[in-house]
Each structure stands twice: as structure tokens, then as C-alpha cells.
């Protein structure tokens, strides 16, 4: 199943590159997956994570075709993770930050790798591009785009607590948000 999701993330994402970068945006989900991996080895829910922006961000994909494709609960867990592009970026973050304190574990833990994998282009991007770096997000604001990981941290500590992703999460925030 874990193959599948790669190909099918790879072909929905095709044409995609991680903001302001060169770098192919499959990379992100493909990484994402692995630190789930490190976490359960539920392939259902390893695949969730390499899907998780499928209905998000690629036409075409939807919650029923990802039923049908893999299974109910990979597509309710990816449903779980897709913010509702309608809203307003700070509207969206609240949400988010918010479904993720009472999220089911599966669904903290995409939540968690995905915010990791951002923490960590953050982190190898900011000693290069500098303050430009912030200028890629919607919300452009460095000190705004810190509350919003911060958030996530304290809505997943009690979950995660001393769990290897969740410490080094809380290094990289501490690193470059202070």
C-alpha cells in the first residue's frame, strides 16, 4: 500500500515544487511518510501521510477517490489533515491547531511529521535565504508564521512528550523562532 501512495502522491503532485525552491514538492510527502514511519508502522497510516495534501492541494483527488483507491479510513485520516482552502490563512491555522489538540493519534501524528518536514526546510532555507525566507508564505510574517507552529507544539505536547519527532520539532521552533 505504502508503494501505492507513493505513486499515486508522485503523479497528483506532478509539476509541483515546494515554495520558493526548485525542489520538487513530492519530496515533502515522501518525508513525511518516513517520519510517521518512525512513529507506527500502521501502513495505512504511513500512506495517509504521503497522501495527506492530496485532496488539498491536487485537482482532481478527493475523499471518495482516495476511498476507493486505498481505503475508507487512509481517506478520512487525509480529509482529518486538509484545511478548507475557502478560509482565510489565520481562519485556517486556528482550525488546525485546534483539530490537531483533539485529533485522533493517526491523525496528530501526519499532523506532527508535516509540520516537522516544514520546520525543516524552514531550517535549512532561513542561514541562506535570511529574512527573504518568510516571503514565500501567504502569511509573510516571520513572528506570525511562529505563533502558528507554536501552536501546533503546544496542542500536540501532551501527545507527544519525549516521542523523537516531537523533540526535535520543539529544537527547530526553539532554533528559529526563538
Known amino acids: 500500500m505504502i508503494d501505492r501512495a507513493i505513486e499515486f502522491a508522485t503523479k497528483a503532485h506532478a509539476g509541483q515544487f515546494r515554495k520558493g525552491t526548485k525542489r520538487p514538492y513530492i519530496v515533502h510527502p515522501i518525508e513525511v511518510g518516513d ?96 529574512e527573504e525566507l518568510w516571503n514565500r508564505f501567504r502569511m509573510k510574517d516571520k513572528e506570525t508564521i511562529g505563533w502558528y507552529y507554536k501552536g501546533v507544539r503546544d496542542a500536540l505536547k501532551d501527545s507527544f512528550a519525549g516521542v523523537g519527532a516531537y523533540e526535535e520539532y520543539c529544537r527547530l521552533i526553539r532554533k528559529n523562532f526563538g
Open 35 to 130: 517520519i510517521v514511519s518512525t512513529m507506527t508502522t500502521d501502513e495505512e497510516v504511513i500512506s495517509a501521510a504521503i497522501l495527506h495534501d492530496t485532496i488539498e492541494d491536487c485537482s482532481g483527488v478527493s475523499q471518495r477517490i482516495l476511498a476507493q483507491t486505498f481505503s475508507e479510513r487512509v481517506a478520512s485520516m487525509v480529509a482529518q489533515e486538509s484545511e478548507d482552502k475557502s478560509r482565510t490563512w489565520m481562519e485556517r491555522k486556528t482550525a488546525t491547531i485546534e483539530h490537531l489538540r483533539t485529533a485522533p493519534r493517526e491523525v496528530q501524528m501526519i499532523g506532527l511529521a508535516d509540520k516537522l518536514s516544514n520546520m525543516r526546510d524552514i531550517d535549512r532555507d532561513y542561514p541562506i535565504a535570511g
